[in-house]
């Protein structure tokens, strides 16, 4: 049975020469890289029940050394996860932030995932 997280990890695992996590990145990872999560969703659950069409939000965001690299890959992510087969839909436009702590440059964007399991 298919998972979100698997059709997720399917669309973005030919980027960042495939580190791309789900949830947290590993231990000192090399950069760039990729973390997703699920952050939510609509529920479309009625009085008949619950539907087979599922929808996940997911949040994702990539890592980097510097400015131009996290928005170039971001841009690559908007790319994968809007074609074929995942038709997502960003969910407003990224966002940029930088982790003083680590030094790194982060580019963040949602994702509404309309899925069956």
Known sequence: MPSVEG????ALKALADGR????LAKTRAAVP??????VGGIDETTLSGADQLQNTRMQ????????AT?????????????????????I??????????TKL??????FSVWWRP
Do not use: K
């Open 60 to 67: 994702i965001t990539v890592w980097a050394a510097d400015r």
């Open 33 to 38: 890289y990729i973390v997703y999560q699920a």
């Open 70 to 90: 996290a928005s170039s890959l971001m841009q690559q992510i908007r790319n994968a996860m809007t074609a074929e087969p995942v038709r997502a839909v960003p």
């Open 105 to 110: 440059y982060g580019s963040r964007l949602d």
């Open 7 to 10: 059709i997720v990890h399917g």
């Open 20 to 23: 791309v996590y789900p949830d």
């Open 92 to 101: 407003g436009a990224p966002v940029s932030e930088y982790e003083d702590d």
